[in-house]
């Protein structure tokens, strides 16, 4: 099993496709844009299907409140 959380999503896409790993691939965000949203995605969350598949989910960092 490839420990994917924290890592940034094209590394992680990197090292599973380099291990011919499948997997899908969910990007959340939050409903309200109430602060700004960098542009690189990190898995925040990785489950390993019966069938072998990674399901990921990931998500922007976000940027600094400024008041």
Do not use: H, W
């Not at 599973?16 to 109430?34: D, F, G, H, M």
């Amino acid at each position: 099993m490839v420990d994917t959380v924290a890592q940034p999503l094209s590394k992680v896409i990197g090292r599973l496709e380099q291990a011919n790993c499948k997997y899908n691939i969910t990007v959340t965000k939050p409903s309200r844009e109430l602060f700004q949203l960098e542009d690189k995605l990190y898995v925040i969350k990785q489950q390993l299907d019966a069938d072998g598949i990674y399901n990921l989910i990931a998500a922007a960092k976000m940027g600094k409140e400024v008041f």
